[in-house]
């Protein structure tokens, strides 16, 4: 089992441009969430899905940030357009059904300069 | 609006001794609570967790507390030893639903 796996690992861009961070789940698990991390405000949940279906994305900043998750095996985390306040380490977690710890992917730095 | 909120960002300790880490939340409707540890450029990692209805719950050298009618938990880590050093999250959830982090605590463990 290969965990939550994010991708890019970095990215750096520049003020405007489109950013598309992806999250592939543990196979089976029923629920997946976004989150945000930065000094000032720690582990922000952005957005989560349970049985592909979106939940809760009254996290989600503004109308420039948008998730998807077409099936059980893909998430999107999508941030168009970018500017330098969106600096930070996106995380991508999974949970077994219930009530049960998130398994988090290893995270997706943004830098938008 | 934090609902979990861990007021101590930093935490450091000799080695040996024991560390504590503070966490209190403000939704009564939170039943479960978790720590997770985080090393830089890594995911965070589940280390403890309790239900609502106990108040303690041990794993080795860690012990995590729960005082529900304060609405406040405690992670006790005994003895520490330097490769405790990480960034510790406090997180809440209600049945299952959304979970909810705190802004972590940085603890340094000096050999």
């Known amino acids: 089992d290969a965990g939550v796996i994010q991708s890019p690992r970095h990215e750096v861009t520049e003020m405007g441009q489109e950013v598309t961070l992806r999250c592939k789940p543990i196979?089976?698990?029923?629920?997946l969430f976004w989150y945000r991390q930065t000094m000032m405000r720690g582990l922000e949940l952005l957005i989560y899905?349970?049985?592909?279906?979106?939940?809760?994305d009254s996290g989600m900043p503004e109308d420039r940030f948008s998730a998807k998750m077409p099936n059980a095996s893909f998430s999107t985390l999508k941030i168009q357009p970018s500017e330098p306040r969106d600096s930070a380490v996106y995380f991508c977690?999974?949970?077994?059904?219930?009530?049960?710890?998130?398994?988090f992917g290893e995270g997706s730095r943004l830098t938008v300069l | 609006d934090q609902q979990v909120k861990q007021n101590s960002p930093s935490l450091s300790v000799q080695e040996g001794r024991i560390s504590i880490l503070n966490c209190d939340y403000t939704n009564s409707m939170f039943d479960y609570f978790l720590w997770y540890k985080k090393y830089p450029a890594e995911g965070p990692t589940f280390l403890i967790s309790?239900?609502?209805?106990?108040d303690k719950n041990e794993d080795g050298r860690f012990t995590v507390f729960l005082n529900k009618s304060a609405k406040h938990l405690s992670l006790h880590i005994v003895p520490s030893q330097p490769g405790d050093s990480a960034v510790y999250f406090c997180?809440?959830?209600?049945?299952?639903?959304?979970?909810?982090f705190g802004a972590g605590t940085r603890l340094t463990v000096k050999p």
């Open positions: 977690a999974d949970r077994v059904g219930g009530a049960g710890e998130l398994f």
């Open positions: 997180a809440a959830s209600a049945g299952n639903n959304d979970m909810r």
């Open positions: 196979s089976g698990h029923n629920s």
């Open positions: 899905f349970n049985n592909n279906v979106p939940i809760d």
């Open positions: 309790i239900s609502s209805i106990k």
